[in-house]
């Protein structure tokens, strides 16, 4: 079944840096590719997505990156903010007759002031 | 409703004992699906209801764990004799089908689930 891994589970950046979470999946026929955020004591909530017919993707000061060949893909966060301070999953969705969604372990991201 | 209910919202229980949580969808959301959150952890997938196809229930941890759904409406999980390592956040997400917006998966609250 599908894999995903996620890296690095934790980071730290400072106010206005850039931050690059990284995952990749084992399954090729994958076709969906999601970021949820969720802050402490929250529920997870979609910030950005991709599909597979997409190289790239951008939203203000978040993008992401889908590499198809090597079964990776990226978010990237631009100026961070203290409020950008949560756990970041990736996750990606089998095709076929079962679109389950398989999300990454995690990322806590942690912007100091 | 306006977004997915799950109840309950906090669930303490012994070692043993069976539990039951419950999972209210958006109105109209064909997919729902369960997984299950370890304190500090990612989302471990359990089950995915889909319409009225046979769930997936490849992710379900052992046989003590099974999940209902009726057509396109409530769901139940339910844990038989609970042990230590049960003890997580339940998490319910539907997802609506066929429409623009429909990869999204809108998230319940959770049902928090302490086994002592």
């Known amino acids: 079944g599908e894999n995903v891994e996620q890296h690095p589970s934790t980071l730290s950046v400072q106010e206005g840096d850039s931050a690059v979470i990284k995952c990749t999946y084992s399954?090729?026929?994958?076709?969906?590719f999601p970021w949820y955020k969720q802050e402490l004591g929250k529920r997870p909530q979609l910030i950005i997505d991709?599909?597979?017919?997409?190289g790239e993707k951008k939203d203000q000061r978040i993008a992401v990156t889908l590499n198809k060949t090597a079964k990776h893909f990226s978010l990237h966060i631009t100026e961070t903010q203290p409020e950008d301070s949560a756990v970041y999953f990736c996750a990606a969705r089998t095709s076929g007759g079962y679109n389950k969604l398989i999300f990454g372990a995690g990322t806590r991201l942690a912007v100091h002031p | 409703g306006a977004g997915v209910s799950q109840s309950p919202s906090n669930k303490v229980t012994e070692k043993g004992k069976d539990v039951e949580l419950r999972c209210d969808p958006i109105?109209?959301?064909?997919?729902l699906y369960w997984y299950r959150q370890r304190l500090g952890q990612g989302l471990e997938f359990l089950i995915y209801f889909q319409g009225n196809s046979a769930p997936d229930k490849s992710g379900l941890p052992s046989d003590r764990f099974s999940a209902e759904r009726t057509g396109e409406s409530v769901s139940t999980l339910t844990i038989q004799r609970t042990q230590q390592e049960d003890s997580a956040v339940y998490l319910c997400?539907?997802?609506?089908?066929?429409?623009?917006?429909?990869?999204?998966?809108?998230f319940g609250a959770g049902s928090r689930l302490t086994v002592l």
């Open positions: 997400a539907s997802r609506q089908e066929g429409r623009s917006g429909a990869n999204v998966l809108t």
């Open positions: 109105s109209g959301h064909t997919a």
């Open positions: 991709i599909r597979s017919n997409v």
């Open positions: 399954d090729s026929a994958s076709n969906y």
